[in-house]
């Protein structure tokens, strides 16, 4: 035995006796030790329902309901007023819009008396970097918690989660840093093969950019780095609640460890998983400083190529921040964080229909 | 088919905790076996044992043979999987799969064997309903959930997947203890059935229904908490409940036990 050995047996050991618990036979309830237990329990109620306490605990009952009902609202005013905020900022800059704001590929907000600005290459860039980074993600993050959850002794699973904990708390700005100075020259190679073998094909033809690192490709690289840990945690959890009887229904008849996770623990942790993709997605659209330094900035339209370079809506506004001073241009790109909040809105909003309320992140 | 079981010296351990101390007792095939017994007693564990189900619990061991058929089922080499697959069992809470068909969860276990035959599939899907009682309630819609039947419904389910592989022996862990009265009768009448083809092993809380479905009765009993379980005796069901050997038994049939 190992000497962490006794802990686990406990568990192992009360787990067993609480399963039992319930299905406590009628002889066993007529005990002695039984009847003994419940007289106990008949002397503590009285003074769980003393009149003289809840009468006096009034007044700070009101207080106590006035303050947790008051901190609930603050949320929903606060997320309320960010998006009359950004409508309200947004508006006259949209009217004094000389493109089209859905289908331009252009963002000109130099010149006040003429503005030209368009969401379609932000559209295109974010969501290129965001499901390439959600396709690279999803199975590697379903294949750390499917490991921590079956095939990991939970001694060896804890620190491990901890480390993938660790990766959520690196700054974005290190993982900016780390992907356009370690990463894309490291893989640019691949995608050279990438788009030589497999370039007939949008996603890998040339894009408007006239070198391969700093792409799109390189930024989907680094999100799905980034968004991992959110996926790898709350999918974690999901298939370590997989109910054990459902567990033991594919182990009685038989079903290795790949099959009981087919039979159980996937039917059961899909929705969960499937929420957990969406907030990693979530954070993926929002992400703006790892993105602003890896993408680099094109001349040309997006091609729809993951190796274009652009900005996404987030990266955008803010290499623009500092700009912000006349109103109507600063409009633009509010209006421009405008839709990238109404997206994210989305996207958080299928998260919670699929987990159907399970999930709490 | 119906294969018989033998313990031999068998104790169980989960890592340092003695669970249950030198059980010796004999199944024959193709009747039933009870195992009755204060609640900790080791009942179920060592139920849990014949299948290797306990292993799934870390740090859980056992000492002895289990022989099916005079094959030790730990001998090295033997798998637990492959065992699961021809010792069946049906647990204390109903537990179909949720997101399969009624079809599905009947097939489950021979699609694990690699059965694809659709026709094959089929017939015995059929025969297992029928074999357990299900076949005329769910006949119509095969291809709803499992989770949409009642509980004694999904009991029987649960038996007709465990049986649809044939099992060698079938083991029950208080098939009945999450039924109501009615369900609980349909499925001691389809224990009395089934012994005709298989093997029995069932734990149950409740004596009477030890004494109308068995053949033999085993009863387990422990010193104390924390001390391992063991078996007392083991005998013809209506022997145990008569005039059985132990006073220790007859203390705890009559209900004169602590």
Known sequence: MTPDGDEADANTVSERTTERAPSDDPETRGRPTGSAT????????????????????????RVFRGLTTGSGLVVVAAIALIGLFLVVQAVPSLLANNANFLTS?????TDAANLRFGIRDLLVVTLLSSLMALVIAMPIGMGIALFLTQYTPPRLAQPFSYVIGLLAAVPSIVFGLWGILVLAPAIEPFA???????????????????????????????????????ITATTREV???????????????????????????????????????MLGLGRALGETIA????????????TGSLFDGGYTFASLIASAASEFS??????????????????????NAIARVVAGGKVNG | MAKRLDLKDVDIYYGDFHAVQNVNL????????????????????????????????????VEGQIQLDGEDIYARGSDAVAVRRTIGMVFQRPNPFPTMSIRDNVVAGLKLQGVRDKKKLDEVCEASLRGANLWKEVSGRLDKPGGGLSGGQQQRLCIARAIAVQPDVLLMDEPCSALDPISTLAIEDLIGDLKKDYTIVIVTHNMQQAARVSDQT???????????????????TEKIFSNPTERETEDYISGRFG
């Open chain 2, 26 to 61: 004999s199944v024959p095939p193709r009747s039933v076996t009870s195992f009755i017994g204060p609640s900790g007693c080791g009942k179920s564990t060592v139920l849990r044992t014949l299948n290797r189900m306990h292993e799934e619990i870390p740090g859980a061991r």
């Open chain 1, 192 to 230: 050279a093969f990438l788009q030589t073998y497999l370039g007939w094909f949008f996603l890998f033809a040339p894009g408007n950019l006239p070198v391969l690192t700093g792409t799109i490709f390189t930024g989907g690289i680094v999100l799905a780095i980034m968004i991992l840990p959110i």
């Open chain 1, 38 to 61: 419940m007289s106990t329990v008949t002397d503590t109620q009285p003074t769980a329902t003393d009149p003289g306490r809840t009468t006096s605990g009034g007044t700070g009952e």
């Open chain 2, 218 to 236: 085993a009863f387990f009993n422990l010193e104390a908490t924390g001390k391992p379980g063991h078996l007392v005796e083991i005998d013809d």
């Open chain 1, 291 to 302: 993105v602003l330094l890896v993408i680099r900035a094109a001349t040309s339209p997006s």
């Open chain 1, 105 to 109: 590929p252009e963002f000109v907000t």
């Open chain 1, 326 to 347: 006349q109103p109507l241009p600063t409009g633009a790109y509010i209006s421009a964080g405008l839709v990238l909040f109404v997206l994210t809105f989305v996207v």
């Open chain 1, 239 to 277: 298939f370590a609640q997989t109910p054990r009887f459902q567990v033991e229904a594919a182990q009685a008849l038989g079903a290795t460890r790949w099959e009981v996770i087919r039979m159980a623990v996937l039917p059961y942790g899909r929705s969960g998983f499937i929420a957990a993709s």
